[in-house]
């Protein structure tokens, strides 16, 4: 299917894309796939089932996933579902996609650095309905970020290195990780893949956030080359990835054989990839880890190899309550053979509400009281930025919930 626009929209089933107006959108792939199950029926009623067929052919989920996707989508292109401009819902069947579809002929990626196009960060949104601001600099993080370059420089230096950010939801994880990619990328070259867990993984979709790191690393710099090495040396996870684009060419079941290769295979890529440039795996919210990821990890450090390797990933830690949860069985087996490197988030410290407070309001008492009690209820989280950067609702749900009334807020941006 080539790209297909309609509005002010395009995606580009090839790319993975999606653009408003030539600038990307964060979407996760799942939402990728629904909509472009939708946009490949126009007019047509698509059923539930179908959409489940499609875009989760190979795993048990319930319809609700396919509401989330619809809502994920409905968020990202701005379609309230009261009324609909593109995506109609068809009470208790399923959905139309009804918007006018156009040539896309002249749909192009503007942004500079592809690879740091990836899928985003849904949460908090994922659990609130919040957007994600990941393109923020990371303030008051310098400590840490001297740290991850240390590791970085490490790893390129031949010392495979696994480094695993923890802290409350909204404390920064990934915005420290975007701060640090943008500043370290600036000067070092290497290919960078980028994913993220999804809340509904546990137990269902082997390799979700792997996959969707491979994906953003194939349509990064020298993408094509990543993606030919990919082919090569790893075609069971070629083949995955091939579901992102169009899920009519994947076979409908992989025998259990390729999936039990497929660690091996992955292992034989990482090592393609370094023999040409250094590898940055990005592993984003690891407490919705599934057990084949949590494996894959593991696995990878078992390996002898001198080659220019780090893995990143970020987690909340009061997530981990279930004894056997895939990451909780992970860290303790990491941290026995010391083969972690581990970074706790904490608070921000007052200047950062300050400034987050000056830059909306005019200097006033008043708003000096206000950076104090931001800072104070949040602890120094600075998930008060939703109000701002997302959605409103969610936001005052959550400020409400620490004791800030929102009419405080009610002349910022
Ligand atoms: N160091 C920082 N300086 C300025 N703003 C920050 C900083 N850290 C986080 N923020 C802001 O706080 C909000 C939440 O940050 P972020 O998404 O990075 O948190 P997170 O720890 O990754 O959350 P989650 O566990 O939900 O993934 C964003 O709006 C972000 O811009
Ligand atoms: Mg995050």
Redesign the pocket.
């Known amino acids: 299917m080539e790209t297909v626009c309609f509005g002010s929209f395009c995606l580009d089933p090839v790319r993975g894309s999606l653009l408003r107006d030539g600038q990307p959108i964060l979407m996760t792939p799942k939402a990728f796939m629904v909509l472009h199950h939708l946009l490949r029926h126009p007019e047509k009623l698509v059923t539930k089932d179908e959409l489940l067929h499609a875009v989760w052919p190979r795993v048990c989920v319930g319809d609700g996933v396919v509401k989330v996707c619809i809502g994920e989508i409905r968020r990202a292109l701005g379609d309230p579902s009261q009324q609909p401009r593109f995506i109609e819902t068809v009470h208790c069947r399923g959905y139309r996609f009804i918007g006018n579809i156009t040539d896309g002929a002249q749909a192009t990626v503007r942004s500079g650095r592809v690879w740091q196009v990836h899928f985003g ?1 849904p ?5 609130m309905g ?1 957007q ?3 393109a ?6 310098d400590k840490e970020l001297e740290r991850l370059d240390a590791y970085l420089a490490r790893a390129f230096q031949g010392v495979p290195q696994v480094v695993l950010i923890k ?13 640090f990619l943008n500043r370290a990328m600036a000067t070092e070259t290497a290919f960078v893949a980028q994913g993220r867990c999804f809340g509904h993984c546990i137990d269902t979709e082997a390799y979700f956030s792997v996959i969707e790191a491979l994906h953003s690393l194939c349509r990064g710099p020298k993408g094509d080359r990543a993606h030919e090495l990919l082919r090569q040396w790893a075609p069971t996870w070629a083949m995955q990835l091939a579901t992102v684009v169009d899920s009519q060419h994947v076979p409908s079941e992989l025998n259990s054989t390729a999936r039990q290769r497929m660690p091996r295979e992955f292992a034989a890529y990482v090592e393609a990839l370094m023999a040409e440039q250094p590898l940055v795996l990005v592993l ?2 690891l407490h919705w880890s599934d057990y084949a990821t949590a494996d894959l990890i593991s696995y990878l450090t078992h390996l002898r190899s001198s080659a220019p390797f780090i893995i990143i990933g ?3 830690c009061y997530e981990l309550l279930q004894k056997t949860h895939p990451l909780k069985m992970l860290l303790r087996e990491l941290k026995a053979r010391r083969a972690c490197n581990e970074l706790s ?1 904490g608070g ?1 410290d007052g200047t ?1 509400a300050q400034k ?1 407070v000056s830059s909306h309001l005019p200097d006033s008492p008043a708003t000096v009281k206000l950076s104090r009690m931001l800072h104070e209820k949040t602890e120094g ?3 008060y ?2 109000w701002t ?2 959605s409103r609702k969610a936001c005052s749900m959550y400020l409400t919930k620490k004791g800030i009334s929102t009419n405080y807020y009610t002349t910022c941006g």
Do not use: H, M
């Open positions: 960060n949460s908090p949104a994922g659990n919040l994600d601001c990941s923020a600099p990371a303030l008051g993080r802290g409350e939801a909204g404390i920064g994880k990934t915005t420290l990780i975007e701060s984003e919210d970020s987690y909340r988030l921000l950062v987050f989280n600075p998930l930025k939703c950067t997302g």
